[in-house]
């Protein structure tokens, strides 16, 4: 079964995107054709959408599903008329915050992926900037660092460093364990004063294979064995050195930063 | 007027945050106290929760709002009877989905952030590395970028490669306009058979000499009048060379892509 999903909202979109996303992974069986319709803030705007996704009806002859952020009642109602299935994401939860707070919203919709503060936008370059000049465990001062992950090669280590800097200003520097580290089963001499800021990254080698073939295909970096080799010696490291580690073989980048967060009791929230 | 906001959460909690931020930000009048509790995903968990959210609303006198997006019942009732206003993030949606589609949710919620698509996953950290590797315009090959942001420096151009790749795996190089470029008001020969697929990102000048100060405090890079002119010779160079471009001065980076995704006919979903 396949059906089609629109994103629609009157800024990015990316709040109708995320809780969208997560609904619709509640059912499993169903193949879904995802579109995003951003800034749509216009009646023209409106229109278009509304005969695309009407469009879409007709052709599949399956009732289209809108997740939808706009604000206005009109704009909503120049869409809903295209006959689709309206998830409005906000109307739900409108009424009772109202009530809660006695005030009525301001209509400000969406101002939390459109506004920006200054002083939030600048902890975030900061840490990427913090994250790009701290990523190769060369030469690198870690004092500054809010943590520092520690894996082998390919481990995951600069990407989520750079989600964690982006979206919670969290500096994060990175260590690559070099085949010195896991001969020597040692930890390097520059890590040790911050010990209680590590984190190890690990993986399953053959996972590790894969990813670091398509990278040197045929290397001896990329053989199983020096993978099964490096990860042991680095699960050994750690063990002794008392890092705490996670396998992010089967977890993606958003939940490797936020069980990192969770051990270390970071409780910043997004930006 | 104050009040403390709870996401809670049996997965990383990226869903109840998104659509709570963006609620919120919808009462302008109201100061948020915000915090995480991501994986609560027993009822040891929700016990703890629950007491933590009860001493808040003893201590503050205002009663805490919750929200929510753990998928058990039995989860949700331990949080609701700390007396706090529960907002349930999919409760309005399953009903309707459930009746459109024919078939029950499958009860895996939170799925789209704690699942890996291994297919998926490697398209963000190529475009990740991607973008790292084509970060600085120095005899980079372009043929491969999806599209490439030009701009003086300090104007948004490496966070928003950044996040272009890893929320949605387009391959986004960039290209600072040098001093020569800037004085010969030509477009970089390298950059001239992609004439289709570059982007400019302009910034206010007195915004860009404040973040220019931040990095190099004093110099003649961060004053007000060098900054001037490079956004002027910067601004007649794209003009003349017809790109398209934005000024990010009020503009967040999440909007930032979307409206060159929207520029480009881009539409990409999240993942």
Known sequence: MQRTVFFISDSTGITAETIGNSILAQFEGV???????????????AEAAALRIKTNYAQSGQRPIVVN?????????IVAASGALMLDVFAPFIGPLEEELAT???????????????????????????ALSHDDGMDVDYSQADLILVGVSRSGKTPT????????GVSAANYPLTDEDLEKLE???RLRPY??????????PQR??????????GSRYATL???????????????????????????????????IFDRFGIERTMF
């Open 161 to 168: 460093c750079l989600y964690m800097a982006l979206h919670y």
């Open 187 to 189: 930890l390097p001499v």
């Open 31 to 45: 193949q879904f054709d995802k579109h995003r319709l951003p800034f749509t803030d216009s009646a023209h705007k």
């Open 225 to 259: 064995k020096q993978c099964r080799w490096e990860l042991e010696q680095a699960d050994r490291l750690m063990r002794q050195a008392g890092i705490p580690s996670l396998n992010t073989t089967h977890v993606s980048i958003e939940e490797i930063a936020s069980k």
């Open 69 to 77: 952020t706009m604000a206005e009642r009109a704009l909503c109602d």
């Open 208 to 217: 590790l294979a894969q990813i670091r073939e398509q990278r040197r295909a």
């Open 104 to 130: 009525k919203r301001s209509g400000a919709v969406n101002r939390s992926h459109g506004m920006v503060d200054y002083a939030k936008y600048e902890a975030r370059i900061n840490a990427t900037n913090y």
């Open 195 to 204: 010990r209680d800021r590590l984190f190890g990254l690990t993986i399953d």
